[in-house]
């Protein structure tokens, strides 16, 4: 992390640059963890349905759901998008050359807002609702 002006830049990775161990490992488990929870959020799951669903305890929904990943490996939460009707591909490619340690990355798909105007109603302005859409569906 450089300074500038006073202020320190970031690396792009917040766990790297509080120097914990593992940063990329923390990334990606937290980006798992976000399109997990988005998933559940989406379906409009419980914590009870959602471990229900994913053959664990509640308790262990709500510290996915609360960002507490350290019981939980990056295999697992492979297995939890599986079940919940995702795709994962992994794609490795060789080092670019630089200084820099070979890295882990999460790309996943954003949820994007689309706007859906409502019938208007009788005294005011249009409503608009934001709806989240899938990449590939809506879920």
Same mark, same amino acid.
């Given at each position: 992390?450089? &300074?500038?002006?006073?202020? #320190? @830049?970031?690396?792009?990775?917040?766990?790297?640059?509080?120097?914990?161990?593992?940063? #990329? #490992?923390?990334?990606? %488990?937290?980006?798992?963890?976000?399109?997990?929870?988005? /998933? /559940?959020?989406?379906?409009?799951?419980?914590?009870?349905?959602?471990? #229900?669903?994913?053959?664990?305890?509640?308790?262990?929904? *709500?510290?996915? *759901?609360?960002?507490?990943? *350290?019981?939980?490996?990056?295999? +697992?939460?492979?297995?939890?998008?599986?079940?919940?009707?995702?795709?994962?591909? @992994?794609?490795?490619?060789? %080092? &670019?050359?630089?200084? %820099?340690?070979?890295?882990?990355?999460?790309? !996943?798909?954003?949820?994007?807002?689309?706007? @859906?105007?409502?019938? %208007? !109603?009788?005294?005011?302005?249009?409503?608009?609702?934001?709806?989240?859409?899938?990449?590939?569906? +809506? /879920?």
């Amino acid at each position: 992390m450089k &300074k500038d002006n006073g202020y #320190e @830049i970031s690396s792009g990775n917040v766990f790297a640059d509080l120097s914990l161990p593992n940063p #990329e #490992e923390r990334l990606a %488990k937290a980006n798992l963890a976000i399109q997990i929870n988005t /998933i /559940i959020k989406a379906k409009k799951l419980t914590q009870a349905a959602a471990a #229900e669903l994913l053959g664990i305890d509640q308790p262990k929904i *709500s510290a996915l *759901s609360t960002g507490k990943l *350290s019981g939980f490996s990056l295999e +697992r939460l492979f297995r939890f998008l599986n079940i919940l009707d995702q795709d994962i591909t @992994i794609h490795v490619t060789p %080092k &670019k050359r630089s200084k %820099k340690a070979a890295h882990i990355t999460v790309d !996943a798909p954003t949820q994007k807002a689309t706007l @859906i105007k409502q019938p %208007k !109603a009788s005294s005011s302005s249009p409503r608009i609702q934001a709806r989240k859409k899938s990449w590939k569906q +809506r /879920i």
